[in-house]
C-alpha cells in the first residue's frame, strides 16, 4: 500500500542553524501539507501547497519557514534560523483532490 | 474558544465495552476526518465524512451537518484500541484539529 515517508525521524539542531525536513507523498498526489505537533499539544495546521505553489498557509508559517517542490517527488520543509520554539513534531501529509489526507510518520525536530 | 472540540479528554474502558467520544465544530467544513494517534506520534487516518455514516470493522462515525457534531464508536473495544483519536474538520484546504481524546482499554 503507498504511503508517505518522511526524513529525518529526528532531527537535532542547535539554535540559529538551517533544517530542511523531506518528504515522499504519494506518488499520484497533487495536494502536499505540512502539520506540527509540540508535545503535548494540539496538531496545528502549517501550509498547503499545490500547483507548485502555496495554496494556504497558517500565521505560523511565517518569513522564516518555506517549502519547495523541488523535483517531481520530494516536497521539502525548511526553517531557514530554527528558534527553542519550533522543536515540535512535524507531519507531511499528501492526498488525491478531495479525498482523505494520508501522513507521513513524522519527523522530531529538537532545536537546542 | 477551540473551533474543534472534543469530548470526553480522557477515557477508560474494559475490554468488550462500547465506546463513544464526541466532537463538535463550530466552523464551515466540507468533510471531517477522525484520526488515530498512536504513543509513537504517527497519525492514522480512520474516517473521512461529510454526511451521514460510516463503519469500518469495530468503528463506526456518524456526522450531523445541521448540529455540527459527530461522533466515533468503537464496539467490542479492545486493549490495542488505545490511543487518542482526534478529530479534524476540513476547513478552506486545511485541517483544523481538536486536542484528541485519549482512550485507554483495559483486559
Known amino acids: 500500500e503507498p504511503e508517505v515517508t518522511q526524513t529525518p525521524s529526528h532531527q537535532v539542531t542547535q539554535m540559529g542553524q538551517e533544517v530542511i525536513l523531506r518528504c515522499v507523498p504519494i506518488s499520484n498526489h497533487l495536494y502536499f501539507y505540512w502539520y506540527r505537533q509540540i508535545l503535548g499539544q494540539k496538531v496545528e495546521f502549517l501550509v498547503s501547497?499545490?500547483?507548485?505553489?502555496?495554496?494556504?498557509k497558517s500565521e505560523i508559517f511565517d518569513d522564516q519557514f518555506s517549502v519547495e517542490r523541488p523535483d517531481g517527488s520530494n516536497f521539502t520543509l525548511k526553517i531557514r534560523s530554527t528558534k527553542l520554539e519550533d522543536s515540535a513534531m512535524y507531519f507531511c501529509?499528501?492526498?488525491?483532490?478531495?479525498?482523505?489526507?494520508?501522513f507521513g510518520p513524522g519527523t522530531r525536530l529538537t532545536v537546542l | 474558544k477551540n473551533e474543534v472540540e472534543q469530548s470526553p479528554q480522557n477515557l477508560t474502558a474494559q475490554e468488550g465495552e462500547f465506546i463513544t467520544i464526541n466532537c463538535s465544530y463550530s466552523?464551515?467544513?466540507?468533510?471531517l476526518h477522525w484520526l488515530q494517534q498512536h504513543p509513537g506520534g504517527g497519525i492514522v487516518s480512520l474516517f473521512m465524512l461529510s454526511s451521514g455514516k460510516k463503519k469500518h470493522g469495530r468503528l463506526i462515525a456518524t456526522i450531523n451537518i445541521q448540529e455540527k457534531h459527530s461522533s466515533l464508536h468503537i464496539t467490542a473495544s479492545h486493549p490495542r484500541d488505545s490511543a487518542v483519536y482526534i478529530c479534524a474538520v476540513k476547513n478552506t484546504d486545511k485541517l483544523i484539529f481538536g486536542t484528541g481524546t485519549r482512550l485507554q482499554v483495559f483486559p
Open positions: 466552523v464551515g467544513i466540507s468533510a
Open positions: 501529509a499528501s492526498s488525491a483532490q478531495g479525498s482523505e489526507q494520508f
Open positions: 501547497f499545490y500547483n507548485n505553489e502555496i495554496s494556504e
